[in-house]
């Protein structure tokens, strides 16, 4: 398999996630709509992801590549690892207000990308530039306390809902990702019922160093401590916000293995309670405590019924989106 090129290394001398010597990874299309529109272009029916949305955008007079740029990211790293990446959004949102006559800009960002643009808005840039260059921002099913999911990956690999991916094939990409320790569930903000249940023992949100210790994976732990704070504290961004998640959907709450031997190395069976089918109930709603909590007005709606993936192409969103940048 071709997977584990994907994995990454950690460098001790600059302190830092890469990729491995001899592999260079490049994040096309930065600043056009072409690379977020579709997973892969060469199949567009099976992988759209903004495809529907910047269509409708078009009708509405933006113009991709002008007034609906793209800012695509590597998923597989947090902000403490790539801060040049956030230099590459600032400017590209200032090129985008300028191009358009000094407009205001609206981020729309989606799953991870919430937590990178909230990332953004609080530690990169300062409530003058905020002022001056945004609008509002649309987060749309944001996993702002993580997700249950993250900590089967480390355990016996999760393959995304993708059937033709083995999920043991995943989990040394997972393992290596400091993305995977930034979306485990936030102690804070997770309940105390146990998220991987073994004849032996059970693992909660609380229990991370014992759990890294028993997959045999102690750096995970050491990655762990290093981004869990990165957002968890969730500050309201200081600038208009309106939230969108979904419910209602059959979402990974609990790993059960049920057979001595069987952790971590095996697939589990999946207890399931409510999310969007990828994250949590608990951490899509926490958006809302940041309604009515500052001068700048913040609102959010459940769309319910809708997955994870599909969020960014449903006409119910995508409309609900349109409505908001008509105001």
Not at 40 to 58: G, I
Not at 80 to 106: A, C, G, M
Not at 240 to 260: D, K, L, M, R
């Amino acid at each position: 398999t071709a997977l584990p090129i994907w994995g990454l290394v950690y460098n001790e001398a600059l302190s830092k996630f890469t990729d491995p010597a001899g592999v260079t990874t490049r994040i096309p299309g930065f600043g056009n709509t072409s690379t977020i529109e579709y997973l892969d272009p060469s199949l567009t029916e099976a992988t759209t992801y903004f495809s529907q949305m910047v269509d409708e955008l078009k009708t509405m007079g933006y113009v991709p590549g002008v007034s609906i740029r793209g800012a695509p990211y590597d998923w597989r790293f947090t902000p403490v690892d790539k801060p040049e990446y956030f230099t590459q959004l600032r400017l590209l949102i200032e090129d985008t207000y300028k191009t358009n006559s000094n407009k205001k800009i609206t981020i729309i960002a989606h799953s991870l990308g919430c937590l990178q643009t909230l990332y953004f808005l609080n530690s990169v840039v300062n409530s003058q530039w905020k002022s001056l260059y945004i609008d509002s921002f649309i987060p749309i099913a944001g996993p702002w306390a993580g997700a249950a999911n993250s900590m089967r990956g480390y355990s016996a690999g999760y393959n995304l809902h993708i059937p033709l991916l083995n999920p043991s094939d995943l989990r040394p990409v997972q393992r290596s990702s400091p993305s995977s320790a930034w979306l485990l569930p936030t102690p804070k903000y997770w309940d105390s019922r146990p998220i991987i249940i073994t004849p032996a023992k059970n693992y909660t949100a609380n229990d991370y160093e014992e759990f890294f210790k028993d997959i045999d994976f102690v750096f995970g732990f050491e990655v762990w401590k290093k981004v869990s704070n990165v957002t968890q504290s969730l500050v309201f961004p200081d600038v208009v916000v309106h939230c969108i998640y979904g419910a209602n959907v059959n979402t990974t709450a609990q790993a059960v293995y049920s057979t001595p031997g069987q952790f971590p190395n095996e697939q589990p069976t999946i207890v399931y309670g409510d999310g969007d089918g990828t994250v949590n109930s608990q951490s899509l709603v926490l958006c809302n405590d940041w309604i009515g909590k500052s001068t700048y007005n913040a609102t959010a709606r459940v769309f319910p019924g809708i997955t994870h993936f599909n969020m960014v192409s449903n006409a119910g969103i995508v409309d609900y989106v349109k409505s908001i940048l008509a105001l």
